[in-house]
Each structure stands twice: as C-alpha cells, then as structure tokens.
C-alpha cells in the first residue's frame, strides 16, 4: 500500500489511542462515541482501499485485536471500552500491522502493570492475581465445572480504583511503539 495512505491509517488510529488514553486518565473509561465511529470509518476505509477482501481483512483484524481485551472483560475486570478500542484499531491497520499492535500493546501493558505494582508494594498481588485470573480462564476453556468471573472476588481481594491502571494509556503506548516499530524497520506479520 501506498506510503501516504498507511500514514494516515496510523495517523487516525495514534490519534485516536491518545484521545482515548487522555479520557481514560480523567474519567476512567474510554467512550463510546469514539470507538464506534473509529470502528465504522475504518470500515469504510477498508472498503474504499481493498473492497471486499479489504473489508474481510478489516474485520478479521478487529476480531484478532478485540478477544484478547474481551476474555479480559470478563475473566480479569478489564474495561470493555479497551476491547471496543483495539476492535476498532483492527479495522484502521488491517491484518499484517494488527499482529505487531497486538504485542506492543499487550507488553506495554504488563509493563505499566509492574511499575505501578512496584511503586504501591503491591507487586505479590498483582501476580498472584494474574495467576488466578490465568488459572480460571485455563478451568474454563478446559471444560472445568468452576468459574469465578472477576467482578465476583472476595471482599478481601478487592483492587482499589487507585491500583488499576487506566488501559487506554497501554494502548496509546503500545500503539505508538508499534508505529515505529513498523516505520522504523518496516516489520509487519507477514502470512
């Protein structure tokens, strides 16, 4: 694809991750009034620059960078906003560069996540949360009889708001991380 269209895919979507994170910070969630139209114009330009297959691809890429952030709605508390967000980034960057997004976001996650663990002491927790929410998703997928979603913890678990991180900051993040990664060697998932 041409140099100029693939800068502006990423320019919408580094665009779109810094508003989101800048609302995450202040209000704790990520509006859908900007996911859902970021989700229909990377549609659209899907479409304009690929026609169906284009299309196809776009949607197998919200698919791709959406379920991860969707199992972890449900099994570990996370945002649905962030699941809505990268969904949508998927449509904006197509396959090959969703794959790259995918991993830059996930390790810029886990690495805010140990930052602040460590900076609240609270570092034993984080992972043995981690493990839990590992553990339960592992029972359920393996056909196990017990689930306990996270919004379902005991009282003596409970993560304070101030010890969640807000992930929209994990997606800017890891987003900008993967625009250069992309830019600056050129690497993309190759099929």
């Known amino acids: 694809m041409n140099e100029k269209l693939t800068l502006f895919q990423w320019g919408a979507v580094i665009g779109a991750s810094l508003i989101a994170a800048s609302g995450d910070l202040k209000n704790r969630r990520i509006p859908n009034s900007l996911t859902f139209p970021l989700f229909l114009t990377g549609l659209l330009w899907a479409i304009v620059n690929g026609g169906l297959s ?11 960078l959406g379920i991860p952030y969707v199992l972890l709605f449900v099994f570990a508390g996370g945002g649905a906003g962030d699941a809505k967000l990268m969904g949508a980034i998927g449509t904006w960057l197509g396959l090959r560069q969703s794959v790259v997004v995918l991993f830059c976001v996930a390790f810029a996650g886990i690495l805010i996540a140990l930052i602040k663990a460590i900076s609240k002491r609270q570092l034993r927790f984080v992972l043995t949360s981690v493990f ?9 997928v393996t056909g196990g009889k017990k689930l306990q979603f996270a919004n379902k913890q005991p009282e003596t678990c409970e993560i304070s708001s101030e010890s969640q991180i807000p992930y929209g900051v994990a997606i800017c993040a890891g987003v900008c991380v993967a625009a250069a990664v992309v830019w600056g060697t050129g690497v993309e998932w190759i099929w």
């Open 54 to 64: 284009g299309l196809g691809e776009a949607f197998l890429a919200c698919f791709l």
């Open 132 to 140: 839990i929410s590992f553990y339960t998703f592992i029972i359920f």
